[in-house]
């Protein structure tokens, strides 16, 4: 008797109408790109207390009540955009959000004004993901880098990096193989993850001692050129070892770089190829570089004095003939980074800004479009800056794809990326953690 009454009892529950489910918001009818090869061509989106709450498709869902709706009818949701390395000043805080940038991997920064930021994770800025100070070698080209000579150094420097917020370790290119090994292995027995610009020790060295990541592609001249040896003593100078490996791009074999890449894969080495930095510097006496829009939103006192071409090419000894240089290098560097996600290794979408003329926000979207241009489709494109972004930064579990208890971060496009990338920047809405900190007319179709 008391099992027909408890089953009774759950019929009748499934047959009452239940009330209506509240949200906080919903946003309504629009193409889902869910960031783990799912897309949903008419989907609603709700979210409350900040986090997705369900995903559905529209028609499963017009019933449901949230507090605010947002009507996305021919528009695109993506996740949050991820740049996986910059600086973050603060004159840069808001131009990240206006492109849809909402979680950034900083690679040296003070630590005094870096760590309280990326602890407090504030939804007016995007979430910061910190290494504090680089660690570098003897003449360190940076007056804030941690300068380590010899193992227990590197161990003591790694300790307070941690313990002080470090999300990641940065290190740098005067240090030779042994001793980025030893920071590697103090890392990880902290849980912490190093990111490498590579000069003394080549990508394949970093890669054997375990780095997580290779920013700008450096090392890898390095690994493949005929005169190794030549390309590493010219990183004694910054600026020399810099211009020496760039330039060294265009005449590298491509069955030598396939092997470089095989074993960089196989070491699950995750690239932040930075391009929009390598066509930047290509591009510092083009005329037209100071005509970009999007240096409207950079302060008169970066553009005239910090980004001063003439400044940087006098520094660097930079001439006309070596801006022509890079700028042969860069579609050889755009053809290693297709090949190296065709060979199933991951690439994180990465920018340096604000490095010259790389304007926050606005070089990430260049940065997807170089990799298109490369031959890359417009969906592995924008994975490199969401889903691998955010499993190098730590946030799978947060960020990276739109789905159920994830941070609302989101952004709401007019277009659809995944047949133009350039849709990307025609950017209507974006949230973070949930709340609307973009909002501005969609572009006229």
Known sequence: MAVRLSLLISVLMMLTPRGPVDFDLAIRHCRVIVGNGQVLADGTVFISGGRIARVDDTRAADHVISEKSIDATGRTLVPGLIDAHVHVEPWTVPLFLKYGVTSVRDLNNDPTYIFPLAREDAASRPRIVAAGALIDGPGSFWKNAIVVDDPLAADAAVQRAVAAGAGVIKVYTRLRPALIAE???????????????????????????????????????????????????????????????????ASL?????????????????????????????????????QRDPALADVPDS????????????????????????????????????????????????GTDTPQQFVVPGASLHRELQLYVAAGLSPAAALRTATVEGAALLGIADRAGTIAVGKDADLVLVDGDPLADVTALSRIVTVLRNGQVVVARPAPAR
Not at 210 to 230: C, F, K, Y
Not at 259 to 276: M, W
Not at 323 to 345: C, E, I, K, T
């Open 183 to 249: 920071i590697v292995q103090e890392a990880r027995a902290r849980g912490v993850p190093v990111a490498a610009h590579l000069g003394r020790t080549t990508a394949v060295q970093a890669a054997l001692a375990g780095v997580a990541s290779i920013e700008h592609l450096t090392g890898i001249p390095e690994s493949v050129s005929n005169d190794r040896d030549r390309l590493i003593s010219a990183h004694d100078d910054f600026f020399g070892g810099w211009t020496a490996a760039e330039l060294e791009w």
């Open 253 to 289: 074999e491509p069955a030598a770089l396939d092997r470089v890449a095989r074993t960089l894969i196989e070491q699950q080495v995750v690239l932040v190829p930075t391009l929009a930095l390598h066509e930047a510097f290509s591009r510092l006496a083009d005329p037209l570089l």
């Open 302 to 349: 970066v553009k005239t004095r910090e980004w001063d071409p003439a400044d940087i090419m006098g520094r660097a000894h930079w001439t006309a003939a070596t801006l022509a240089g890079f700028a042969r290098s860069l579609p050889a560097m755009q053809r290693f980074v297709r090949r190296y996600v065709q060979l199933g290794g991951h690439v994180a979408a």
